[in-house]
């Protein structure tokens, strides 16, 4: 009941006088995408529903996502989603909450490649692996000493680099490998190789941002969880 109280005070105090909220995302499906001009995606409800409830209006913007992380690093008042949070990255964000159930990341590789038989990490460095540009896959093989990277500006573009060749393995979720199809391919031709990792996808804002407005998306935030509609 205390803790009604206090983020009822809260949302219930003035708006910092802005405008319109800044959003940055990437796409990245089922997460974030755009889909007949409308953003949509696990990750973008729960946004919406954050920022509808804080009472601000805002716009999506979507870009690759080193330009998206950027944006938030670099701009005041700017929103970014969906960000896996890392040590590396917890000093670079305020926090506002997690917008996805935690997901598990794989290596990949088309079932047809069988001179990849081992599914130990470090013996893995060998093959070309297509990674998101300044994305935690990228970040989590760097640090353990993979240097065949080959970044690009999304996922999409990664496997359709696995399909042809140019790459040996990609980074795929779980749940993108539970569908028919992954970025227009049949993701029957895909197995899995080993995990990389398993993190939560959270909604983050710039170190720059007005306190005010940090706290007051946080309370948003904490008051839906508190009220069932976002159960993670």
Known sequence: MILQCCLAMLLLAPAPAIE?????TTQWHPYSYEE???QRGISTEFVKK???????????QQYPWARSYQKAVNEKNTLLYSIVRTPERENHFHWIGQVAPPIRSYLVKLKSNN??????????SQYKI???RDGVDQHILTDAGFRNLIP???RGLSVQQLI???????VLTEEELMKAKVYDVNVEQLEKVTLLNENGVYLAMSKKSDVALV?????????LKLEGEIKF
Request: avoid cysteine.
């Open 20 to 24: 319109k909220l800044t959003v940055a």
């Open 36 to 38: 007949s001009g409308v």
């Open 50 to 60: 954050i920022i509808k409830d804080s009472g601000y209006t805002y716009e999506i």
């Open 115 to 124: 001179q990849i038989s081992t599914n130990q990490l470090i013996q893995l």
């Open 130 to 132: 297509g990674v998101t």
């Open 152 to 154: 690009n500006t999304h």
């Open 164 to 170: 042809v060749g140019r790459v040996d393995m990609v």
């Open 215 to 223: 706290e007051r998306l946080t309370s948003s935030y904490k008051r």
